[in-house]
């Protein structure tokens, strides 16, 4: 790859350098015009240095920089035709969907049975806008019933009634039969990311929640958010408090959906060798089913301002959901590192 505009910018401020030290050197001529020859003889040796070794340096900086941007280049372009072919695979019409069909899943550990899970979320949208490729995947697995909890009723806008709907019709796009949606209408709760959640009384929610359900796993928001949204960090540290105080069932695993940086989050299926290296667990969506999950994003018609339509668009949250295991082990080492920090 021949990257001849690079080299024509180097050469330019090789230039525009090399007359730079051209005038200030006539200036400096005239200005000690009456010092002695041996002087001038001093200053025009080391100008005549110093503009060897500027050219010298600029031609090796022109040469090595073309070259490390033709290996990024060159790099870039293998990462993205790499993850093309993975979503490819995602494709139940592909000759390769079978060999890869574990790609398409969820993958949790083997030995841990998941029939029975319970979603909590604190808005209504969040189980479609963060949440869409998980709650498909699961409630396309015929032994698996899936539960939502939310913990607010979307009263922000005060339109607590039409999210409520929305929240309804969303979960149907989804897989979720209405009878498995529940919704907190709690005044200590509301949709307000100036109000802080008390942890104990969210705790107190999903401890209840799993304990009359039975459930077997619980998935949320990890200590970010995701989106650094305040009631999604609560709803991780209350169910991580019911984790460390011993609280949960045994047999109830507890799993956290990953928060990533902005570029990632917003380079849509181009994030999927990042996910499949870099995550434990994860589930990946074709096409054609995170088109159903636009289509549940789009039944929160309140919710759907233009920044909306470009998320559902490059997200790769509407594509790609990547998953961790929270143990007690894990969140005493958090809570060790907060110590420390602070």
Same mark, same amino acid.
């Given at each position: 790859?021949?990257?001849? !505009?690079?080299?024509?910018?180097?050469?330019?401020?090789?230039?525009?350098?090399?007359?730079?030290?051209?005038?200030?050197?006539?200036?400096?001529?005239?200005?000690?015009?009456?010092?002695?020859?041996?002087?001038?003889?001093?200053?025009?040796?080391?100008?005549?240095?110093?503009?060897? !070794?500027?050219?010298?340096?600029?031609?090796?900086?022109?040469?090595?920089?073309?070259?490390?941007?033709?290996?990024?280049?060159?790099?870039?372009?293998?990462?993205?035709?790499?993850?093309?072919?993975?979503?490819?695979?995602?494709?139940?019409?592909?000759?390769?969907?079978?060999?890869?069909?574990?790609?398409?899943?969820?993958?949790?550990?083997?030995?841990?049975?998941?029939?029975?899970?319970? +979603?909590?979320?604190?808005?209504?949208?969040?189980?479609?806008?963060?949440?869409? *490729?998980?709650?498909?995947?699961?409630?396309?697995?015929?032994?698996?019933?899936?539960?939502?909890?939310? +913990?607010?009723?979307?009263?922000?806008?005060?339109?607590?009634?039409?999210?409520?709907?929305?929240?309804?019709?969303?979960?149907?796009?989804?897989?979720?039969?209405?009878?498995?949606?529940?919704?907190?209408?709690?005044?200590?709760?509301?949709?307000?990311?100036?109000?802080?959640?008390?942890?104990?009384?969210?705790?107190?929610?999903?401890?209840?929640?799993?304990?009359?359900?039975?459930?077997?796993?619980?998935?949320?928001?990890?200590?970010?958010?995701?989106?650094?949204? *305040?009631?999604?960090?609560?709803?991780?540290?209350?169910?991580?408090?019911?984790?460390?105080?011993? %609280?949960?069932?045994?047999?109830?695993?507890?799993?956290?959906?990953?928060?990533?940086?902005?570029?990632?989050?917003?380079?849509?299926?181009?994030?999927?060798?990042?996910?499949?290296?870099?995550?434990?667990? !994860?589930?990946?969506?074709?096409?054609?089913?995170?088109?159903?999950?636009?289509?549940?994003?789009?039944?929160?018609?309140?919710?759907?301002?233009?920044?909306?339509?470009?998320?559902?668009?490059?997200?790769?949250?509407?594509?790609?959901?990547?998953?961790?295991?929270?143990? %007690?082990?894990?969140?005493?080492?958090?809570?060790?590192?907060?110590?420390?920090?602070?």
């Amino acid at each position: 790859m021949k990257l001849s !505009w690079l080299n024509q910018v180097f050469e330019l401020i090789s230039a525009s350098t090399l007359q730079l030290y051209e005038d200030s050197g006539r200036f400096l001529h005239q200005f000690v015009g009456n010092q002695t020859q041996s002087l001038i003889l001093l200053q025009e040796t080391w100008r005549a240095n110093v503009l060897h !070794w500027a050219t010298i340096s600029y031609r090796r900086f022109s040469s090595t920089a073309i070259e490390a941007l033709e290996h990024i280049i060159y790099a870039c372009l293998v990462y993205l035709l790499v993850c093309l072919g993975i979503f490819y695979t995602t494709r139940s019409n592909s000759p390769l969907w079978r060999w890869c069909k574990l790609i398409n899943n969820v993958r949790f550990p083997r030995q841990h049975k998941l029939e029975r899970v319970l +979603l909590v979320t604190s808005h209504p949208d969040d189980e479609c806008m963060f949440f869409g *490729p998980l709650i498909y995947t699961l409630t396309h697995r015929s032994s698996c019933q899936v539960y939502v909890l939310c +913990l607010s009723n979307g009263n922000y806008e005060k339109q607590a009634q039409l999210r409520r709907e929305e929240l309804w019709r969303s979960c149907e796009m989804l897989g979720v039969p209405a009878a498995n949606i529940i919704m907190v209408n709690a005044t200590n709760l509301p949709d307000d990311p100036n109000v802080e959640w008390k942890a104990p009384v969210v705790a107190n929610l999903i401890l209840h929640t799993v304990e009359s359900l039975d459930i077997q796993a619980i998935c949320t928001f990890d200590r970010d958010g995701v989106s650094q949204h *305040p009631n999604h960090s609560a709803v991780y540290f209350a169910a991580a408090s019911l984790c460390l105080a011993n %609280l949960l069932p045994k047999e109830c695993k507890f799993y956290t959906l990953d928060s990533i940086n902005i570029l990632r989050k917003y380079i849509s299926i181009f994030d999927l060798l990042c996910t499949c290296c870099i995550s434990s667990y !994860w589930c990946i969506l074709g096409w054609d089913e995170a088109a159903q999950i636009r289509r549940a994003m789009r039944e929160h018609k309140s919710q759907m301002k233009w920044f909306r339509w470009l998320y559902i668009y490059f997200s790769r949250y509407m594509f790609i959901n990547s998953l961790r295991e929270v143990n %007690l082990a894990d969140i005493e080492l958090e809570m060790q590192i907060d110590d420390n920090t602070f």
